[in-house]
């Protein structure tokens, strides 16, 4: 089941700040965070791990509440760069390997 | 730098064929993934691999099968096309280790006519 994502999109002026919410109904080993722009691949961001470890992108700052199975990316003062389409993936160990189940994605646009 | 590759970025083919997407990832992962993407629906795992000949279903595995003969490579198969497989499919790989991210492929448009 995949995780819910909101807002489903958002518009932002240069500058503004945002928060993209992720909700899983699962038990999560951990939560990732990725950006896809227009035409491109994704890109990592940022992983959150159980315990509280963090590892990603010095300019953009995420949470996880393990009990609420919830995690929130913060966008702070942003920039034409951040447009993109948010996706956050939920971490799931399936006995042979860990996969990655992606939200439907928030898609930002930041203007001038 | 790291890379994972797609064998085309379009590709054209008629109902009824089969189709080939290839995948290789020269970062010695042993994870690698298959993922379709559709818009309003965002990604969605078809199939993944945690070591050579091991695969798993993912969420939506119906029309589809892989193959990873070599660490590097993972296919996957449309078995018989259909127009409902008209998507942006992504391969993805990622070191086994828990906390370590997932780098993709460019995407292959494929479009089933």
């Known amino acids: 089941q995949q995780p819910v994502q909101s807002p489903q999109a958002v518009i932002l002026r240069e500058g503004e700040d945002a928060v993209i919410n992720c909700s899983s109904s699962?038990?999560?080993?951990?939560v990732h965070w990725y950006r896809q722009k227009h035409g491109e691949a994704p890109v990592f961001l940022m992983i959150?791990?159980?315990?509280?470890e963090q590892k990603g992108h010095d300019k953009i700052s995420a949470s996880f509440n393990e009990k609420k199975q919830q995690s929130s990316l913060y966008l702070t003062a942003s920039q034409l760069s951040y447009s993109g389409t948010y996706f956050c993936?939920?971490?799931?160990?399936?006995?042979?390997?860990?996969?990655?189940?992606f939200g439907t994605g928030t898609q930002l646009k930041v203007e001038l | 730098d790291v890379k994972v590759t797609q064998s085309s970025r379009y590709l054209v083919k008629r109902t009824g064929e089969k189709v080939f997407l290839e995948c290789v990832q020269d970062?010695?992962?042993?994870?690698m993934f298959w993922y379709r993407q559709d818009p309003g629906l965002g990604l969605r795992l078809i199939y993944f691999?945690?070591?050579?000949?091991?695969?798993e279903k993912g969420d939506i595995p119906e029309g589809y099968s892989v193959s990873r003969e070599k660490k590097e490579r993972f296919s996957l198969i449309l078995e018989s096309a259909s127009t409902n497989q008209t998507s942006m499919y992504l391969c993805?790989?990622?070191?086994?280790?828990?906390?370590?991210?997932?780098?993709f492929g460019p995407g292959t448009r494929l479009t089933v006519t």
């Open positions: 993805a790989s990622s070191s086994q280790a828990r906390g370590y991210e997932q780098y």
């Open positions: 699962k038990a999560l080993y951990s």
């Open positions: 959150l791990l159980k315990g509280g």
């Open positions: 993936g939920t971490e799931t160990f399936t006995g042979g390997g860990n996969k990655l189940t």
């Open positions: 970062m010695d992962h042993e994870n």
């Open positions: 691999s945690y070591d050579v000949k091991m695969k």
